[in-house]
């Protein structure tokens, strides 16, 4: 899905980064996906595409 290609590309860039990766890939997507699209994100079930930080961070993730 188009939502968890963007994510993926968020998260591999801030696996680069230093400090709490998790947090800042949510804070990133909380401040800048509008809410449909965190909660239509929230909604897959299907983490096996998902970057592993990306995984860490959806509890983070606002809907």
Same mark, same amino acid.
């Given at each position: 899905?188009? +939502?968890?290609?963007?994510?993926?590309? &968020?998260?591999?860039?801030? %696996? !680069?980064?230093r400090?709490?990766?998790?947090?800042? &890939?949510?804070? $990133? +997507?909380?401040?800048?996906?509008?809410?449909k699209?965190?909660?239509?994100?929230l %909604?897959?079930?299907?983490?096996?595409?998902? $970057?592993?930080?990306?995984?860490?961070?959806?509890? +983070? &993730?606002? !809907?």
């Amino acid at each position: 899905m188009k +939502l968890t290609k963007m994510a993926n590309q &968020i998260a591999t860039f801030f %696996a !680069s980064q230093r400090g709490d990766q998790p947090a800042a &890939i949510a804070a $990133h +997507l909380n401040e800048n996906w509008a809410p449909k699209m965190r909660a239509d994100f929230l %909604a897959q079930d299907d983490e096996a595409d998902q $970057h592993p930080l990306l995984v860490q961070a959806k509890p +983070l &993730i606002r !809907s």
